[in-house]
Structure formats: structure tokens, C-alpha cells
């Protein structure tokens, strides 16, 4: 079995298995929902061969994910599938070990995963993460907003690109990879909806813009979203109060004040998406510190994490040795621990909605 990137001419056997295993006959197609997944610009996806034939596949994105002042590098994977022939002999678990040793050496702190099957739990990848989940049927209009709302246009880029660069915490993106993830829909079409962009603007200034699926009758996925928190909820209740869609799903991740704005609308606490692995502790720590120092300017001579038998963490007078599960939980979820002394004022560490615009 041969277990390697893929040739220019191999990618549409990648995107018929997946097809094969992903899609009904009415979805849209994995290659044209998942452009970069199937990318033969990037061609970071990985899979299986036996002779000439591709039996299993991993699709394996690299993207920049923006914290504050840190910068990390992670990937994310997805459409993982394997020829029915073939299944049961490891061979998905094999690829996946291939994967983390490049994207290990590629520099990579973080791998996001789309599924937390077995075969993602055996090897280190965790739940995480903490997220407000809205079924919205109905808003209030005791905050009604004072611009208008109408769906978005090709002209309105710059301005979207601007509320997309002033988030904290975000993917980092261009203007035409964001068009392109606008267009392709990939979260959304396993819903079998169709992306379209809304804004709120004020004196022709956009204010807010939110991108949500657009179903015929069923619960609209918000996918992506930035801007003032009151110009959102506008776009919200106007599309909700003119039938454009039913109701609406949305998640909000814990760090935004979006949360606060909408506090009085009913809502689940859930984990991220999906689940996470830590490929290195130790880099992972350097990347993420620009963010730290926000909290403590002298974090970088005060923390410290050594990744041997567990990943040990010190910091000041405090210090722990966890397993990769618990280093996981450390950073991203939120810890009432006493035995975490002051390394509590540290975490956790806030993240994107894992699944957005930017889902693999």
C-alpha cells in the first residue's frame, strides 16, 4: 500500500470516494463544496493507493489562526473515507500517522479535526473548547436597529474584509479565499443550503454582515459572522421578521460580545466542533505566547512546558504534569481546579468557530 500526497491526475478519484461516501444524489459535489480540500495548488491531502486505484483518503487544509497578537499555524482534515473493499485493515490509521508526521514538520501546532471517531480518539485528538448554541425562531424587537439590512454584493468586500480583519480571534483569510469559501458553501451544503451574504449598513458604511444558509424550511446555519453585535441581531430579526428563513442556528464562541447582545434569547453551552490534537506542546506554547503576554507581560520567562512522559507546565510557583487529554482541557476549556494555582490565570486560550465558513 502506497500512502502519499496525491498526482494532479488522481484528484478526481479522491473526490468520487468521497462523493461515494459523503454525498446523496442531490448535494453539491465535494470537490466544488471543499475547493481546497481538493486543491492541486495546495495538494496537501493525503491517501492510499493500491497499484493505480485510491482506496483511502485524508483531506488536509493548513491554515493561520489569528489569537489576539499570536499567530498559530494549524491544519484541519476532513472527508476522510476509505473504498468499502477496504476497510477494517488500518489503513486510515496509517495515513493519519503520515499526517502527523507533516504536518509536524511543516511547523504545525494544531490539528482540527471534523469527526471524534474511534479512530480520532486512539490517537490523541480531544473535545474542546466552549460555544453558545442560538435556535433562533424569533427576536425581540426591543433593540430594534437603526441602519438597514440587504443582501450583500460583490462591492461590498473591502468593507466585509475590513470587519473579517478586526476580529480577535479569527481564521486568517484574503479577500478571494473568502469569496471562495462564500461561494463553495462547504459546512453548509451537507445541509444541502446554499451560502448567502447579508449586511447592515449605516449612511452606506457596513456595519455588520453575517453569511447563513438559506434552507426552504428548515433551520438556516450561520456560518460565518463579524461587526457591531447590535448591527448582527439587525440582521437577524429582519430575516426572520421578512420570511427569509424560518429559523436560524447559531453558534457563538465564548470569547465574543455578540454572546451579550443576544443573553436574552435561549441557548446551549456546547463544545467546539469536532475535536483537536496537539502536535507539538512545547511549539505550540511559543506560538501561542504573543496572546499570553496580553495577561502577563512577563509570561515568557515565567511559563514553561516540557512535553516527555505527559506535558509539564510551570509557571511562577505552580506547576503540573498532565496527559495529552488534560493538556487539552488546560488550555481550552474552563478550569474551577485549585490545584492549578496561578497557570489558571493564563487559560483558556479562545478559538474560532471550528464549524464555519472555514469547515473542513
Not at 4 to 21: G, M, P, V, W, Y
Not at 44 to 56: H, I
Not at 277 to 283: D, G, S, T
Not at 333 to 357: A, C, H, R, W
Request: aromatic content about 10%.
Amino acid at each position: 500500500m502506497d500512502i502519499r500526497h496525491l498526482k494532479e491526475q488522481e484528484f478526481e478519484q479522491a473526490i468520487d470516494l468521497s462523493n461515494q461516501t459523503f454525498r446523496e444524489e442531490d448535494h453539491t459535489s465535494m470537490g466544488d463544496a471543499f475547493p481546497q480540500v481538493f486543491s492541486k495548488q495546495l495538494n496537501q491531502s493525503f491517501a492510499a493507493f493500491d497499484g493505480d486505484q485510491l482506496v483511502s483518503f485524508i483531506g488536509l487544509v493548513p491554515s493561520k489562526m489569528i489569537i489576539g497578537n499570536a499567530v498559530l499555524n494549524t491544519f484541519s482534515i476532513g472527508s476522510v473515507c476509505t473504498h468499502s473493499d477496504y476497510q477494517g485493515q488500518g489503513i486510515s490509521t496509517a495515513i493519519l500517522n503520515k499526517v502527523y508526521e507533516f504536518i509536524d514538520q511543516a511547523g504545525a501546532s494544531l490539528l482540527f479535526v471534523s469527526g471524534d471517531r474511534g479512530l480520532y480518539r486512539r490517537n490523541d485528538c480531544y473535545h474542546f473548547g466552549k460555544m453558545y448554541n442560538y435556535k433562533i425562531d424569533k427576536i425581540s424587537g426591543e433593540q430594534n436597529y437603526k441602519g438597514s439590512v440587504r443582501k450583500g454584493s460583490a462591492t461590498d468586500l473591502f468593507q466585509v474584509d475590513d470587519l473579517i480583519k478586526a476580529k480577535e480571534v479569527r481564521y486568517e483569510t484574503n479577500i478571494w479565499e473568502w469569496a471562495m469559501l462564500l461561494d463553495a458553501g462547504g459546512y453548509a451544503s451537507i445541509f444541502k443550503q446554499k451560502q448567502a451574504l447579508y449586511v447592515a449598513e449605516d449612511n452606506r458604511a457596513i456595519e455588520a454582515y453575517v453569511v447563513i444558509g438559506l434552507p426552504e424550511n428548515e433551520s438556516a446555519i450561520v456560518t460565518d459572522w463579524g461587526g457591531n453585535p447590535a448591527a448582527i441581531r439587525g440582521i437577524l430579526t429582519d430575516l426572520l421578521a421578512n420570511n427569509v428563513v424560518p429559523k436560524i442556528d447559531l453558534t457563538v464562541p465564548w470569547q465574543e460580545s455578540l454572546h451579550d447582545k443576544l443573553r436574552d434569547l435561549p441557548f446551549k453551552v456546547e463544545q467546539n466542533g469536532g475535536t483537536v490534537h496537539i502536535v507539538n506542546a512545547e511549539r505550540l506554547i511559543e506560538q501561542v505566547m504573543p496572546y499570553l503576554a496580553d495577561k502577563d507581560p512577563d509570561v515568557a520567562e515565567r511559563l514553561t512546558v516540557t512535553a516527555k512522559a505527559g506535558v509539564t507546565l510551570e509557571y511562577n510557583k505552580s506547576d503540573m504534569t498532565l496527559s495529552p487529554q488534560e493538556f487539552v482541557k488546560v488550555l481550552f476549556d474552563f478550569n474551577v481546579d485549585s490545584q492549578m494555582g496561578e497557570i489558571q490565570k493564563l487559560f483558556p486560550i479562545p478559538l474560532p468557530n471550528t464549524f464555519g465558513i472555514h469547515y473542513v
